[in-house]
């Protein structure tokens, strides 16, 4: 056997490694860690005022309004100009990241926002996006109102258009209307 200087150096290496991390409790991965999957982003269309109020999901907002349509028989319109029996209108998206990302929860009803009527759901939990609303658009003449505890009580924000980021009212809202 042909012995090179720097040999014992490298077991001296090793061993100071070694005892390094049983004195230190630093830990080598014998492999690395897979890394954890994406939450899936869900989008749904809610019509309110039917009996039930209706909630169709999917996994785009695309595939989301057609399978509202194909479930209901209804268009999703986004403009308060488009009229028709089987027409139902785009009053608010609630998003649950700010710059109208991630889920999304499009709320409609059969007429158009005039001002005055208002629509909406008393409890986000049911519709599962209760303290996660992050931004909202709304459509048309619409406006929204945030609430901070169900039923539409407690502290409020809005009523007002699209926001992108809610500062002051981020993953507080537990219910919310629309006019």
């Not at 012995?3 to 004195?23: F, H």
């Not at 897979?34 to 269309?45: F, K, M």
């Not at 005022?49 to 999917?58: K, P």
């Not at 048309?140 to 500062?167: H, I």
Request: glycine share 8%; with cysteine.
């Amino acid at each position: 056997m042909i012995r090179t200087p720097w040999r014992p150096l490298g077991r001296a290496v090793a061993v100071a490694a070694s005892l390094a991390v049983l004195v230190l409790g630093v830990a080598v991965p014998a492999q690395a860690r897979p890394l954890e999957e994406p939450q899936n982003e869900e989008h749904c269309v809610v019509l309110l005022g039917d009996a039930a109020d209706t909630v169709v999901c999917a996994a785009s907002i695309a595939a989301a309004v057609q399978e509202f349509t194909a479930q209901t028989g209804y268009s999703v319109s986004e403009s308060d100009d488009e009229v028709g029996p089987l027409v139902v209108y785009s009053l608010a998206r609630l998003y649950v990241d700010a710059g109208y990302g991630g889920s999304s929860y499009l709320f409609t009803r059969s007429t158009a926002c005039n001002g005055v009527t208002l629509s909406g759901v008393p409890d986000l939990s049911v519709v599962g996006i209760n303290d996660a609303v992050s931004s909202f658009l709304t459509y048309g003449t619409c406006t929204v109102r945030l609430y901070a505890d169900t039923g539409y009580g407690g502290a409020t924000y809005g009523y007002t258009t699209s926001q992108s980021s809610l500062p002051t009212f981020n993953d507080v809202a537990t219910a919310a209307r629309a006019r």
